[in-house]
């Protein structure tokens, strides 16, 4: 989940504080609406990163699976939000769709491996 926080708090950054070159990135067209859109998505954007961060740290206990979770389902919106959406397909819109449905599939993986009680960096000296 820190790669995906560090991923949200980059986007969140592009997108409040350029939000011109996010929407063309995604081959949009851009108004005063659209882009006001995506400064508050921008902002949303950075409260999932600190999120993230900080619960990725509860790694075997219930918020973290629930998050998990929630992510899971956010990705694949977000996936399905950009693929869909009106304008025309750059390759910065096939690096969001990809990578979206790159972190859904690691949240996947991830949720029950974490849910078992698996902890990374556990050595058994046996």
Known sequence: MIVGS???AIAGLIMTANPDDAVSYLGLSSDVNIL????TAG???LAFAVHMGTTSRQ????PF???ALFMVLFEIAIVALTYSAPGRFTSGRWVVVISGVLFALLYLITLPIKS???K???ISNS
Do not use: M, S
């Open 116 to 118: 078992i009680g698996y």
């Open 6 to 8: 560090v991923g949200w």
């Open 43 to 45: 902002v949303i954007a």
């Open 36 to 39: 006001w859109a995506f400064r």
């Open 65 to 67: 699976r629930r998050t």
């Open 120 to 122: 990374e960096g556990e």
């Open 59 to 62: 790694a075997a206990d219930k």
